[in-house]
């Protein structure tokens, strides 16, 4: 059984991706913000969390690195759509979709995906990303 956690701030995406990936052999929770998602992460686990990069509060390439500190066996995949931000929302690792992706792989990601994507794609994602040999405890 492969549990999954979804983060996003979007409420019709997390329903969206639950509906359609829970089902025999998965089970998923959702979040969301990464606070909420790093509780459920501590409560129940998950060997795979999927995230949204953009996301109030703590932003996910901040999940990202705890969750890759603190649960170094969960698999990550980074999604987003961002990139169209205005001066406010600047961030200096982050200023374009790509660098958004790029900095939540050096965040610790093991898969990236830029919104929208389809079905396939994500799941092909998902089983490239499970099949990593686990990571060894330092």
């Known amino acids: ?5 979804i983060i996003d701030d979007e409420q019709n995406l997390l329903e969206t991706l639950r ?5 025999p052999g998965q089970t ?4 969301l913000d990464a606070e909420q998602g790093l509780r459920r992460l501590r409560e129940d686990g998950a060997d795979l969390v999927i995230t949204d990069i953009l ?20 698999r990550i995949i980074a999604m987003t759509g961002g990139g169209g931000i205005g001066l406010d929302g ?13 900095a939540a792989g050096r965040a610790g990601a093991h898969g990236l995906l830029h919104k929208p994507f ?21």
């Open 1 to 5: 059984m492969t549990s999954i956690l």
């Open 19 to 23: 509906d359609v990936l829970q089902g």
């Open 28 to 31: 998923v929770a959702t979040a």
């Open 55 to 74: 996301l109030p509060g703590m932003d996910g390439i901040e999940a990202i690195r705890q969750i890759a500190r603190l649960f170094p066996e969960v």
């Open 90 to 102: 600047y961030r200096p690792e982050a200023i374009t979709t790509c660098a958004y992706l790029q």
């Open 118 to 138: 389809g079905l396939k794609q994500l799941r092909e994602m998902m089983q490239r990303v499970l099949r990593l040999a686990p990571l060894q405890a330092a």
